[in-house]
């Protein structure tokens, strides 16, 4: 595996905390008093924090501005990113691993810098990047692909050797549809895996499967065979509950 440039997802490749999103858009709209229409999680996926802001006042009627909507996102859970939120397995040692092959890394995330940024520092992970872009901050979500050329720019590694790290099938789709390399990331939120697997070049369990291969020669027939492998594996476990 040739890699100069690895730009990484957050919330469920990173650090396991994408189950927090999974309700806080319904919890957000109770504690305003309003009951959310089903498959709000659904929609607010691709969406940045500001998406779902303007979203909540076109189909909510909310009056209040989008930054006040965000604000009063993020304030309900601004403790789980500050105290509670864990790398996945092996996450440490891999970006360890990076940074001894100076390789260059970034995060392109959703959630918004501050959060981030807690989240990343006291986990000890954030000396390993040297940006964050988030969807916010470059004005568009992961349904289009200008949060990873952007992130792609600030990196200034090839293309060909600059891979994209997400546990999200449309996050995934979007970084293959612009030409990146894509490690599919195993995340329990997720559950479109067989078609991540269809899609990434790669599809990993835990970054602890990613020694082996950083250590292949990098050719075409030992990619294909760890894939072959982690698609194995990832059958085996999905038929017990994992």
């Known amino acids: 595996m040739k890699i100069d440039g690895a ?23 109770r504690s305003r ?64 691993e990076l940074k001894n092959r100076r390789v260059k890394m970034c995060i392109a995330t959703a959630t918004d810098r501050h959060l981030a940024e807690a989240a990343l520092s006291r986990t000890g992970l954030l000396s390993y990047f040297g ?36 546990d999200a099938l449309y996050a995934v789709r979007t970084a293959k549809s612009a030409g990146y390399h894509v490690v599919g990331v195993f995340d329990r939120s997720e559950p479109n895996i067989d078609e991540i697997r269809g899609l ?18 990098g050719s075409n027939d030992s990619r294909l065979r760890f894939q072959r492998r982690s698609r194995d594996s990832g059958r085996h476990q999905d038929h017990h509950g994992a």
């Not at 730009?7 to 709209?29: A, H, K, P, R, V």
């Not at 600030?154 to 994209?164: A, D, E």
């Open 200 to 217: 990434a070049d790669l599809y990993i369990r835990s970054f602890e499967e990613m020694e082996g291969i950083l250590n292949e020669e």
């Open 131 to 166: 940006e964050i872009f988030t969807c916010s901050s470059v004005g568009y979500g992961k349904d289009r692909p200008d949060i990873f050329h952007a992130a792609h720019r600030f990196l200034q590694t090839p293309k060909n050797s600059t891979w994209v790290f997400e």
């Open 7 to 29: 730009i990484f997802d957050l919330d469920g490749t990173l650090l396991d905390s994408m189950f927090i999103w999974d309700t806080i858009g319904e919890e957000y709209l």
């Open 33 to 96: 008093g309003i009951e959310p229409h089903e498959n709000l999680n659904e929609i607010f996926k691709s969406m940045s924090l500001y998406q779902a802001a303007r979203y909540y006042q076109s189909e909510y009627g909310l009056t209040d501005s989008a930054d006040a909507i965000m604000a009063g996102v993020n304030s309900m859970i601004r403790h789980y990113y500050t105290a509670e939120a864990l790398p996945k397995t092996g996450v440490t040692e891999f970006l360890a």
